[in-house]
Every structure is written in C-alpha cells, then in structure tokens.
C-alpha cells in the first residue's frame, strides 16, 4: 500500500446553511473494504449537488460519506480485497456518492475510470459525475439520436459545456440558453448551433425559430419552474423532457394538455443514490462511447478556476454566483 497517514484533511459541513459552514477538519483515512480502491485525491469537482447538500436538502445515501463531493480525480493508493481492475499507482477519476473533499477516499472498483492520456491529473476530476450525468440523462434516458436537437439550458455549466460538446460531436444540433453574451459565446465556441440568452429572448420563440417551429427533441433542464411549462411548449412531438434539478422550484402549476397531444416524455432523474452495480455499468458506458472522443480531443473539461481544499466556501461562492463557465474544482 502507497503510504498514507491514518488522519487526512477533508471539508466538512459543520451545520446546514451558507457557504461558510464548510471547515477543515481532521478525519481518519479511510481503508478500502471488499471491491473497493483507495483514491489520494488530486483534485475534486465541485457540483450544485455539493451546495444543496450543505444547505440540507441532498441528504447523503445511507452508507456513504458525510463529506461533500462526487467526483475527484487522484492515484490509487490501495486496493481492498477482491478489486481486479485497478492497481496501486493508477491515475483514475471516480464517481462518488460522497466523500470527494478530502485528501483521500474509497469508492467502489466499478464506479473508476482511467484517466485520459490528454487530459491532466487536475482536469480529469471534472469528468466523471459531469459525463455520466450528461450521458445517462440525455443519451439513455432521452434517447438523443444524431441528426434531432437538443435543447441545454444552463449551457454554460460544467453539465452544458460538457453535453454541448458530446452531442454537436455525434451529429446532434445543440441550442443552449445561458445568462449573458460572454456564456452564450463561450457555448457556441464549444459547438452549439445558437446559444440563447434568457436574459433578452423567449427560448421558446427561439427554438421554435431555429427548427422551423418542429421544436427539440430532447430538453435537459436543471432550471425547473416556470420552465417547465415552456419547455413543454418548446418541445416536438414525442419530444423527451429530462429534469436533473429544480435550481428555481419543483413546485408548478403547469398544463398537462399538450403533453398529451404531442405526446411527451417527461421525466426526473438523479445519478447521487444509484446502485453500485447501476454505477459501474454506465461508467462502462461512458468509457465505451465517450472516453474516445476525451483522447481524440473532440471533447474536453472545461475548467472555470482551482480553490485550495480550505477554500471550499470560496468555491460554493464562486458556484453560487453563476459566473462561472464550465468546472470548479478543489485541489487538496
């Protein structure tokens, strides 16, 4: 086993609230049990997932860490008894159900992926959680097909950035909507056929405009309330409409009318509480389609800035602001 020291710094969150409940604590290394890796973090994504958490209302899956974090990237340090696909010394990413702001954390065989060749050690943590998300939801779920349109809102976020690029790369034409010029620019540099700002247009007007009133195929939305009424009015016929979060409310009087006459989908998903073995098969999945696009470098992390670990707040700030543009992560 690389050596590790039994105490480990991470971030805990001290009591529910804002920003500055994230302290540095000492905690016990953890060790690797049965199909487990243990990971030395080189960095850790920073998701609105880890915000909600540390406001109260994203409780961690029974099991898993009480620390924040659902993504990292890191070397592995040991292996637990019965891991075959990992060795010590491995640079991986990981999906998390918890536990990524620290120095060190377990995760389960399945849920690692190596890292890119092209993509640096620090970078790689803004893959895992962001491409699973993007592929599960808009891929699998949605059932995005080359040659339809997809509708990002959000597309400046590390969701966005990285679901523009994936899909403009397999033949899909992306429309996102983003919150000033410089974000629209930002996601039509990265592939989208016409960014929107919600600001100054309807993007309702503006899909219909932009597919000669046919509407997207599919919806990622991580807005919910009055949207979700629009998007269904933005919607094609047999459209499929995927909630990943509910960033201005779940609560919404919406008419249900035209879902039935074009025939909809409408559906919520999480990718936090799933099963390890639900884990470890899209992670196969990304692995399988997306990875070669990461080491052809038709996709890549889009990274917004680096806080210290004992920035966290300093980061969740950064997050909260939506200035951002693409990932945020922590560097122990």
Not at 292 to 306: C, H, M, Q
Request: charged share 20%.
């Amino acid at each position: 086993m690389t050596s590790s020291s039994a105490t480990m710094q991470a971030v805990e969150i001290t009591e529910f609230g804002g920003p500055d409940v994230l302290q540095i604590a000492e905690r016990p290394t953890p060790k690797p049990d049965h199909g487990q890796v243990l990971i030395k973090v080189a960095a850790a994504g920073v998701n609105r997932g880890d915000c909600v958490q540390r406001m109260g209302f994203y409780p961690d899956p029974t099991g898993s860490s009480d620390l924040p974090g659902l993504e990292v990237s890191g070397t592995v340090a040991a292996t637990g008894p019965g891991v075959t696909l990992w060795k010590e010394g491995d640079e991986v990413c990981a999906l998390l159900a918890g536990g990524g702001y620290a120095e060190y954390v377990v995760v389960h065989e399945g849920s690692v992926l190596p890292k890119p060749d092209n993509v640096s050690l620090v970078d790689a943590a803004a893959l895992p959680e962001t491409i699973m998300t993007v592929w599960t939801n808009i891929f699998e779920d949605g059932q995005l097909r080359p040659g339809e349109t997809l509708l990002i809102h959000g597309g400046s976020s590390g969701i966005g950035t990285t679901a523009i690029q994936i899909a403009s790369t397999l033949g899909v034409k992306v429309l996102a909507t983003a919150g000033s010029a410089e974000k629209c620019k930002a996601c039509e540099d990265l592939g989208a056929a016409r960014a929107i700002n919600y600001r100054d247009e309807d993007f309702v007007d503006v899909v219909q405009k932009e597919t000669d009133g046919k509407g997207a195929d599919v919806i990622l939305d991580m807005v919910g309330g009055d949207y979700v009424g629009r998007n269904i009015a933005a919607a094609a016929k047999q459209g499929r409409i995927v909630n990943i979060a509910y960033m201005s409310g779940s609560k919404v009087e919406v008419d249900l009318l035209p879902l039935m006459l074009k025939r909809l989908t409408l559906r919520g998903s999480t990718l936090r509480a799933r099963e390890t073995a639900e884990k470890a098969r899209l992670a196969s999945e990304v692995r399988l389609h997306v990875w070669p696009l990461i080491e052809a470098g038709r996709v890549k992390p889009v990274v917004d800035g680096t806080f210290p670990l004992a920035d966290a707040a300093k980061a969740h700030e950064r997050m909260e602001s939506s200035g951002h543009v693409g990932k945020i992560l922590l560097t122990p």
